[in-house]
């Protein structure tokens, strides 16, 4: 510190006037620039968030009643097995040509699908979800030669009480 000071004291007015105000803007800059522009964006970004999930909690809260009330109205009709429901909606969806096994396993259904037209085994797939309470354990999904086509081997979870 005394080396600067020593340096400081040789320098003409001038050039003191210089280094001071040169001083104050980089002390500026660095409180500012590196500081206070991060912090300030830092707690913005927070309260967005807060804002965000506090709308979300209120969304929820608000229809909290509708959504229990439909959590039952998706089951498997009683008395058939997954596999066949898995099988049958599949058909029905127009993949009857692409089913080329349909088993059960330990953890539900296993379906292995050839030649499958991509969008219609997603619209499949989202069926048996939403209609029969199947959801997706594992999937396996590859592009086959024609575009739009594909191959895939799918395992749902045993359909929800």
């Not at 400081?8 to 007015?13: D, F, G, S, V």
């Not at 009330?69 to 909606?89: F, H, I, K, Q, S």
């Not at 029969?132 to 045993?158: H, M, W």
Request: proline letters at 6%; zero cysteines; hydrophobic letters at 45%.
């Amino acid at each position: 510190m005394n080396k600067l000071k020593a340096w400081y004291a040789k320098l003409e007015a001038r050039e003191q006037r210089v280094v001071a105000v040169g001083g104050i803007a980089v002390g500026l800059l660095v409180l500012f620039g590196g500081i206070l522009w991060p912090l300030e964006s830092a707690v913005s970004t927070a309260v967005k968030t807060t804002e965000t999930r506090r709308d979300d909690l209120a969304w929820m809260r608000s229809n909290a009643p509708e959504i229990q009330a439909g959590a039952g109205a998706v089951r498997v009709p009683r008395g058939e097995p997954p596999v066949v429901v898995v099988d049958r909606v599949g058909r029905e969806a127009g993949l009857g040509s692409s089913l080329r096994g349909t088993q059960p396993s330990p953890m539900g259904v296993r379906v292995q699908l050839e030649a499958a037209p991509f969008d219609v085994l997603i619209a499949w797939l989202a069926n048996l979800d939403e209609h029969y309470g199947l959801a997706i354990e594992s999937i396996t999904v590859d592009r086959a030669a024609k575009p739009g086509v594909v191959n895939a081997n799918v395992s749902f979870a045993q359909a929800k009480p």
